[in-house]
């Protein structure tokens, strides 16, 4: 996740005070502060009083010595006990020495907390640009550490060193502080009691979120301006999107360090560094990451894919929708990150993703989904990366979006799919459509290629869309500028991939913006095909709305289950009228011979995925047995 991370980059911006509460002898960024950690822990075996007068303890030690490292001892104040003076405090182990003596001192204990603070914000005030409000952030990392709950052996109440230290904190909320609790816990019940341990009289409400959250740092195109295809683009735009991580260290890092970003990002995705990865074979957990960072790949309820899934979430960057709980497990989502997905994309090309994804369905850990979709959206990914892949990710400034023409031919080459001829659905004779692409019928007709001879694509991974209903052109050009493609909501029977495409120009107008649309069936008939066509009608899906100027769309149909291998192109007579003209491309593409990743890569690898999503053999039947345990 890089929340430590995070936190470090925020300190660029306010003052940061971290403080890693890990397990002994445990490694990684940032190092454990000992003397804290041993401090709390003593106040645990003290009580709950001794424990909520030790917080206050320790972060009136924390203020006093935080104001004199920066400002220097301020000669005006009071003199004190030497027990109490904590002005000379230059590392925490000075503190924790002295918080065991301040201890007896508890009376005045919260009232020196918030005269500490206030005076350290004082100091800050004269500073120039202040901030109105954050100005100094606590960050204590692996909070699960602390919040082991125990039982008050006089009222019989539930308490907590992370309690009693949110307790006093929270007596500073309107003093310019704020403080952050950063763990990996797989389960929420860990950092709250179970409700009938819970006294219902703490109920609070405060300002708290769960996770860093997503797309912080995107900056907004003006309302009135259309963005250009080439700044859409651009990395430092594109960084921007998703977890605040790699932008914050883009912006603030030094030129080797944004050189190199994407290769930070293979090293988050995969928790190892590309040097090691392009020397050693992947492990099935790094292969998984990366399939899921580009396909959204969903997860089997099995125990096995529960394991690895909290396994993904705690080294690959997967992200928590719903902890676990008493009733349900953990959700797990890998989120649109186009910064994640290009680190794949680029870890893509050292190792086979066909056989990798083979081998996670038959040990049961994702799902090939309905009708297939998820063999589909490699391919499509695979041939898409073939027109786009960089000639270098050191120093790379923007990524390539991909012509229309080139995309089709990667993924059916040698079918002259750009020959393909329109069909006119709704068109009169001889009357003009002016909101239609061309504005009548015409002979000859304009072929895919001429047609869409200026059109592009730009994507380099998959999103699941959660509901039901229209992705009209302004959502498709939301999909477009963060470089994703949409996976239609399952219910959404007429749809399965949605790709958007800008048509024209380099402006990403919605008027401009039209898609690619593919729907995939397992019916061996192919008296099924014209109906299919038939429904994916983009006037009646909401793709383009009423009265507006539509572009010409390309409709695919996958007969993955047809019995020959074969691709053939519009015109489709359609059975049925739309309620407004429009112009489509269709291409049915049967069986999965013709694809360009698959004459290029292992046919049986292609072969046995597609046994899987028809159902066909047993060969998988022995392990699913095995690992599909429900809950």
């Not at 400002?71 to 004190?80: N, Q, V």
């Not at 109440?157 to 904190?169: D, K, P, Q, V, Y």
């Amino acid at each position: 996740m890089g929340k430590s991370r995070l936190i470090h980059q925020v300190g660029y911006q306010r003052i940061v005070i971290p403080i890693c509460l890990r397990e002994m002898r445990s490694t990684g960024f940032p190092p454990r502060d000992a003397n804290v950690c041993n401090f709390f822990s003593d106040a645990e075996l003290r009580g709950r009083r001794e424990a909520f007068l030790a917080s206050h303890a320790f972060l009136t030690s924390l203020f006093e010595s935080l104001r004199a490292l920066l400002f220097g001892a301020d000669s005006r104040l009071d003199e004190r006990t030497q027990h109490e003076n904590f002005r000379e405090c230059k590392s925490y182990e000075d503190m924790a020495t002295r918080f065991l003596r301040f201890m007896s001192d508890g009376g005045n204990i919260m009232s020196r907390t918030k005269t500490e603070l206030d005076s350290l914000l004082e100091k800050i005030d004269q500073l120039a640009d202040v901030p109105t409000e954050n100005t100094i952030i606590i960050a204590f990392d692996a909070a699960h550490n602390i919040a082991t709950f125990r039982r008050d052996s006089t009222t019989g109440e539930m308490w907590s060193i992370f309690g009693e230290l949110r307790r006093a904190l929270r007596s500073l909320t309107q003093h310019g502080l704020y403080s952050v609790f950063i763990s990996i816990t797989e389960s929420a019940d860990q950092l709250t009691p179970s409700p009938h341990d819970d006294d219902p009289s703490s109920s609070r409400e405060d300002d708290t979120f769960i996770d860093v959250g997503l797309d912080h740092l995107v900056i907004p195109y003006d309302q009135y301006t259309d963005p250009q295809i080439s700044d859409v683009v651009r990395l430092d735009r594109i960084i921007r999107m998703g977890r605040p991580l790699f932008a914050t260290r883009y912006k603030y890092g030094l030129m080797d360090v944004r050189m190199e970003i994407i290769y930070f990002a293979v090293e988050k995705l995969l928790n190892k560094p590309y040097s090691y990865v392009v020397a050693n074979p992947l492990t099935i957990s790094q292969k998984l990451a990366c399939l899921s960072a580009r396909l959204a790949l969903e997860y089997e309820q099995n125990i096995r894919a529960l394991q690895e899934g909290r396994n993904q979430v705690a080294r690959h960057m997967r992200a928590v929708l719903f902890p676990a709980s008493d009733r349900r497990n953990m959700v797990t989502i890998s989120p649109s990150e186009p910064v994640i997905a290009e680190a794949a994309r680029l870890v893509f090309t050292v190792f086979d993703a066909p056989r990798a994804l083979l081998e996670l369905v038959r040990y049961s850990y994702v799902r090939v989904g309905d009708r297939g979709g998820v063999v589909i959206r490699l391919l499509l990914l695979l041939a898409c990366d073939r027109k786009s892949y960089p000639t270098s990710y050191t120093a790379l400034e923007k990524l390539s979006y991909v012509m229309v023409p080139d995309f089709l031919e990667e993924l059916w080459p040698g079918c002259n799919v750009s020959q393909a001829q329109p069909t006119f659905v709704s068109f009169a004779e001889g009357v003009e459509e002016p909101l239609a692409w061309p504005h009548r019928r015409q002979e000859p007709a304009p072929t895919l290629g001429e047609a869409f001879k200026d059109a592009k694509i730009f994507f380099n991974h998959f999103i699941q869309l959660p509901e039901e209903g229209p992705v009209n052109r302004k959502y498709l050009c939301n999909l477009m500028m963060r470089g994703a493609a949409a996976i239609c909501c399952p219910r959404q029977s007429e749809i399965k991939i949605i790709i958007p495409v800008l048509f024209d120009g380099q402006t990403l107008q919605h008027e401009r913006i039209t898609a690619i649309v593919i729907q995939v069936t397992l019916d061996p008939s192919d008296g099924v095909v014209a109906p299919l066509f038939d429904c994916i009608d983009p006037v009646a899906r909401g793709i383009f709305g009423p009265m507006q100027y539509k572009p010409p769309v390309i409709r695919v149909v996958l007969a993955l289950a047809a019995q020959g291998e074969d691709l053939s192109t519009g015109p489709f007579n359609p059975d049925s009228a739309s309620s407004e003209a429009f112009t489509a491309y269709d291409i049915l593409s049967a069986g999965i011979a013709k694809f360009g990743p698959i004459t290029r890569g292992d046919r049986s690898v292609w072969g046995e995925l597609l046994d899987v999503v028809l159902g066909r053999g047993t060969k998988f039947a022995a392990k699913q047995r095995d690992s599909v345990v429900y809950r």
